[in-house]
């Protein structure tokens, strides 16, 4: 399973645009990319996920380079409700288990 | 549309001791996967339940062990309690074993003394 990289901790003014960005420099071709976010006592929370295309749903968007050794989730208009450890995973097709990091700790400030 | 349900929300169990935990997977969802998550941590994966078998399992002793049933609930036991087994237990349901993602219930609070 490939390994992810990402900053411990980021601050965000609320209303600007959040980057998160995520290494993972030994995926392999069949390997997607998830992002999940937890709100301090909750489960995880799906964002979103990718193969090799930029995808886009209600809640973020999420770029893959083109090489796939990087990705970043952005969060278009961060809101203080958007203040989580936001975790990027990568998932092998041939296994469904995740092997999560210690995330990002997303601070949104008012 | 209820998500995952889990219970107890909280336990506290002495050391040696057997625990239970349940969880009911989000309507329409057939595989449960359970992780553990110790303070600070990302969660690790304890293993997997897809047509009630263990489908794919972590590095976790055999004192961990679960079960499906036919309308797709789970538990997960563990025996022989130890101080390091003191986490919060997430269950994660999804359709056909977690391909477009997983959802998490809001876990199980063990603490053991």
């Known amino acids: 399973d490939a390994k992810t990289t990402q900053p411990t901790s980021m601050d965000c003014a609320e209303g600007r645009a959040a980057n998160l960005p995520c290494n993972h420099s030994t995926i392999s071709g069949n390997e997607y990319v998830y992002w999940y976010r937890q709100i301090h006592s909750q489960g995880p929370q799906y964002i979103i996920h990718?193969?090799?295309n930029n995808e886009t749903n209600e809640m973020a968007s999420l770029i893959i380079t083109e090489d796939r050794k990087s990705s970043t989730l952005i969060l278009p208009h961060a809101t203080l409700r958007d203040t989580a450890v936001y975790y990027c995973?990568?998932?092998?097709?041939?296994?469904?288990?995740?092997?999560f990091g210690t995330g990002t700790r997303l601070k949104v400030l008012a | 549309d209820a998500g995952v349900t889990q219970s107890p929300t909280h336990l506290i169990k002495t050391r040696g001791q057997q625990v239970t935990l349940r969880c009911s997977p989000k309507?329409?969802?057939?595989?449960v996967s359970w992780y553990q998550q110790a303070l600070g941590q990302g969660p690790q994966f304890i293993f997997q339940?897809?047509?009630?078998?263990?489908?794919q399992r972590g590095n976790f002793p055999d004192r961990f062990s679960g079960h499906q049933f036919p309308n797709y609930s789970s538990e997960l036991n563990v025996n022989a309690l130890l101080l390091g087994d003191s986490a919060l237990y997430l269950c994660a349901s999804s359709l056909f074993r977690g391909l477009y993602g997983y959802t998490f219930g809001s876990g199980t609070r063990l603490t053991v003394v």
């Open positions: 995973i990568v998932r092998s097709s041939g296994t469904y288990k995740y092997i």
């Open positions: 339940y897809y047509e009630e078998e263990e489908r």
């Open positions: 309507s329409g969802h057939d595989t």
């Open positions: 990718g193969l090799k």
